[in-house]
């Protein structure tokens, strides 16, 4: 039995195409962008995989990087690394909850 796809072809090339265009646009663009570009991608990511995920993951995907706004230019940097420090967090916890050393 084959796993269901996250991303269909054309999902596939549409987010290709962001990353791509993303990193071409910032060698002209202000350093603090890229953080923001990753981050609109993974939203993007997340919400393509919210309707096939298991209901674990859904909850995970709900998590921390949902709360994270789309357009999130780090204004207070301290805060901002806190942020994204808790995506990691959230996101670790997940993955070592699925693929982890059983107990």
Not at 30 to 45: D, K, S, T, W
Not at 59 to 84: C, F, H, I, K, W
Request: hydrophobic content about 50%; proline content about 6%; some cysteine.
């Amino acid at each position: 039995m084959t796993a269901p796809w996250v991303l269909d072809e054309d999902d596939a090339l549409e987010l290709l195409a962001y990353l791509v265009t993303a990193a071409r646009t910032q060698v002209d663009e202000a350093a603090e962008y890229g953080p923001m570009r990753l981050l609109n991608a993974a939203h993007r990511l997340a919400e393509a995989m919210g309707p096939r995920s298991s209901a674990a993951t859904a909850e995970a995907l709900a998590g921390p990087l949902a709360d994270m706004p789309l357009l999130a230019v780090p204004r207070e940097r301290t805060e901002y690394v806190e942020q994204l420090d808790a995506v990691c967090r959230s996101l670790a916890a997940h993955l070592s909850s699925l693929y982890g050393a059983e107990k």
